[in-house]
């Protein structure tokens, strides 16, 4: 039993001293363990040493002895060739994304974004609890390889109370651009949060939206599942600012866009005069729209849609196909669409409820493109018989209904005027936040309507498989495994076939 002491005393010291090596590289934040287990190494390599001196002696004399010098000399020798390719990477970082669908790569607009801090001092701290570190900093790394001499920090919102009150953080997974010494912050809940604040700090003039308000309009302070508040969170923390417009005032000569969401009350004559000056003036208007089923009370701004080349029809989209996704048929699941500088890089499914459509007349002034269109007939078909619809036996009648595909989502402009007309407003009610493709469909055209194309909406790309969730429970038994119970048994397995062969 003695014998095999010596084996036992070895294999606690290197395990010790293995796993102070591997907390060192892995988990530097956890210091007195680290310190622990090489303390506790180095009194046992003591203790070992008093105890078997006359051996580790007689040992240093064997050829054995010598052997194994001239193999460790020469692996040392390649770890420090290898720790030199290592660290030239390191400083001169490439990164390869295999990938089919580049989910670790960032879009043109975020690279573009980054590379515009190159002469800056830039660095990147997010205030997280230590456990969700990991999927907010393997985002930062991305925007890293885009400027190599950014730095990155992470901080327990736990375990530093003072540097959380210092910068003001308010909530798990904020993050702090500085920039040659200004401070800026976001929610890093994507690569759209990020990239927009980065497009913030290199344009800090906010873009100035009026929504015109009196006529029973999108309410964007209302946090019921048909308002409008979760919309103007997105539309403000996209560089954009936005104030109400009562159009019985002139219009500010400050305006990027007026929005029109959803009215239910008909527009005077004057204030059709208003809009029509200002879009000849090259303003820009967003319009969102819904069916009318109590008949359109909407004669007079009806006449100004035909005034820019489009039609409205007071119908409501119906598609077939919808129910096979899971929606239903006032719901038509959009998958496919147009060209346009709007949609560009723009993927995934959209939902438009309660959506009406349009037609777009021969002589339009505006030059008009359908960015969004239903699937063909028989599979969606634009209903005018609401009656049909309130009783659940919507058809198709020939000479009333119209056929799909359908225009529900337009884009236009005129010499220096844009417009956008959208045939659902409720596509981007608090209901629907979830569906994140129909926010980043709206500030798309957004963005372009005002001219600024730089801010166009993005979000990581969607993957076509299943993704495989891993608790935390896995990740620590991966790191035990990886770290410290497989590299032990290799060691081990090795010594034993080591010890075998000079046996022979």
Same mark, same amino acid.
């Given at each position: 039993?003695?014998?095999?002491?010596?084996?036992?005393l070895?294999?606690?010291?290197?395990?010790?001293?293995?796993?102070?090596?591997?907390?060192?590289?892995?988990?530097?934040?956890?210091?007195?363990?680290?310190?622990?287990?090489?303390?506790?190494?180095?009194?046992?390599?003591?203790?070992?040493?008093?105890?078997?001196?006359?051996?580790?002696?007689?040992?240093?004399?064997?050829?054995?002895f010598?052997?194994?010098?001239?193999?460790?000399?020469?692996?040392?020798?390649?770890?420090?060739?290898?720790?030199?390719?290592?660290?030239?990477?390191?400083?001169?970082?490439?990164?390869?994304?295999?990938?089919?669908?580049?989910?670790?790569?960032?879009?043109?607009?975020?690279?573009?974004?980054?590379?515009?801090?190159?002469d800056?001092?830039?660095?990147?701290?997010?205030?997280?609890?230590?456990e969700?570190?990991?999927?907010?900093?393997?985002?930062?790394?991305l925007?890293?390889?885009?400027?190599?001499?950014?730095?990155?920090?992470?901080?327990?919102?736990?375990?530093?109370?003072?540097?959380?009150?210092?910068?003001?953080?308010?909530?798990?997974?904020?993050?702090? =651009?500085?920039v040659?010494?200004d401070?800026?912050?976001?929610?890093?809940?994507?690569?759209?949060?990020?990239?927009?604040?980065?497009?913030?700090?290199?344009?800090?003039?906010?873009?100035?939206?009026?929504?015109?308000?009196?006529?029973?309009?999108?309410?964007?302070?209302?946090?019921?599942?048909?308002?409008?508040?979760?919309?103007?969170?997105?539309?403000?923390?996209?560089?954009?600012?936005?104030?109400?417009l009562?159009?019985?005032?002139?219009?500010?000569?400050?305006?990027?866009? =007026?929005?029109?969401?959803?009215?239910?009350?008909?527009?005077?004559e004057?204030?059709?005069?208003?809009?029509?000056?200002?879009?000849?003036?090259?303003?820009?208007?967003?319009?969102?729209?819904?069916?009318?089923?109590n008949?359109?009370?909407?004669?007079?701004?009806?006449?100004?849609?035909?005034?820019?080349?489009?039609r409205?029809?007071?119908?409501?989209?119906?598609?077939?196909?919808?129910t096979?996704q899971?929606?239903?048929?006032?719901i038509?699941?959009?998958?496919?669409?147009?060209?346009h500088?709007?949609?560009?890089?723009?993927?995934?499914?959209?939902?438009?409820?309660?959506?009406?459509?349009?037609?777009?007349?021969?002589?339009?002034?505006?030059?008009?493109?359908?960015?969004?269109?239903?699937?063909?007939?028989?599979?969606?078909?634009?209903e005018?018989?609401?009656?049909?619809?309130?009783?659940?036996?919507?058809?198709?009648?020939?000479?009333?209904?119209y056929?799909?595909?359908?225009?529900i989502?337009?884009?236009?402009?005129?010499?220096?005027?844009?417009?956008i007309?959208?045939?659902?407003?409720?596509?981007?009610?608090?209901?629907?936040?979830?569906?994140?493709?129909?926010?980043?469909?709206?500030?798309?055209?957004?963005?372009?309507?005002?001219?600024?194309?730089?801010?166009?909406?993005?979000?990581?790309?969607?993957?076509?498989?299943?993704?495989?969730?891993?608790?935390?429970?896995h990740?620590?038994?991966?790191f035990?495994?990886?770290?410290?119970?497989?590299?032990?048994?290799?060691?081990?397995?090795?010594?034993?076939?080591?010890?075998?062969?000079?046996s022979?």
């Amino acid at each position: 039993m003695v014998g095999y002491l010596k084996y036992f005393l070895i294999f606690l010291m290197s395990g010790c001293y293995l796993a102070a090596i591997a907390l060192a590289v892995v988990a530097p934040e956890y210091p007195v363990i680290i310190y622990s287990l090489l303390a506790s190494a180095l009194i046992l390599t003591l203790g070992f040493g008093l105890k078997y001196r006359v051996l580790i002696i007689q040992f240093f004399r064997t050829n054995l002895f010598r052997q194994m010098v001239s193999e460790f000399t020469g692996l040392f020798l390649i770890f420090c060739i290898l720790g030199v390719i290592n660290y030239l990477v390191f400083k001169n970082d490439f990164v390869k994304d295999i990938t089919s669908h580049k989910i670790h790569t960032l879009s043109n607009q975020s690279i573009k974004a980054m590379k515009s801090f190159e002469d800056k001092k830039v660095s990147f701290k997010i205030f997280a609890k230590r456990e969700e570190w990991g999927r907010f900093t393997s985002l930062l790394e991305l925007y890293r390889n885009a400027h190599h001499s950014l730095d990155i920090e992470a901080i327990d919102i736990q375990q530093d109370p003072a540097l959380v009150a210092i910068y003001g953080v308010k909530e798990s997974g904020t993050l702090v =651009i500085e920039v040659d010494g200004d401070r800026f912050k976001t929610i890093a809940k994507n690569e759209l949060a990020i990239t927009n604040l980065l497009l913030k700090i290199s344009n800090p003039n906010k873009l100035k939206l009026y929504q015109v308000v009196g006529h029973n309009e999108l309410s964007l302070s209302d946090k019921n599942v048909i308002g409008g508040n979760f919309l103007k969170e997105k539309i403000e923390s996209s560089s954009f600012e936005i104030q109400p417009l009562e159009l019985t005032s002139p219009i500010p000569s400050d305006a990027n866009a =007026i929005l029109i969401l959803n009215p239910q009350i008909d527009y005077l004559e004057e204030e059709i005069k208003k809009l029509k000056k200002y879009i000849s003036n090259g303003g820009a208007l967003f319009i969102t729209l819904s069916p009318q089923f109590n008949g359109n009370m909407l004669i007079k701004f009806s006449d100004f849609l035909t005034h820019l080349g489009v039609r409205l029809v007071n119908g409501i989209v119906l598609d077939r196909l919808a129910t096979q996704q899971g929606s239903q048929p006032s719901i038509p699941v959009i998958t496919n669409y147009g060209v346009h500088k709007i949609l560009e890089n723009f993927e995934g499914r959209t939902l438009f409820p309660l959506t009406t459509f349009f037609e777009v007349l021969v002589e339009a002034p505006y030059k008009l493109s359908p960015l969004v269109g239903t699937a063909p007939f028989p599979a969606s078909w634009g209903e005018v018989d609401f009656e049909q619809v309130k009783s659940g036996r919507s058809n198709y009648d020939e000479g009333f209904d119209y056929k799909g595909p359908l225009s529900i989502f337009l884009a236009g402009e005129y010499e220096d005027s844009r417009i956008i007309i959208s045939g659902s407003t409720a596509f981007v009610s608090n209901q629907f936040q979830g569906q994140s493709n129909n926010f980043n469909l709206f500030l798309n055209a957004l963005s372009w309507v005002v001219k600024e194309e730089a801010l166009v909406s993005l979000d990581r790309p969607q993957l076509k498989g299943n993704i495989i969730y891993i608790s935390d429970i896995h990740v620590s038994l991966i790191f035990y495994f990886a770290i410290l119970i497989f590299p032990f048994l290799f060691f081990i397995m090795a010594i034993f076939s080591y010890r075998k062969r000079l046996s022979r």
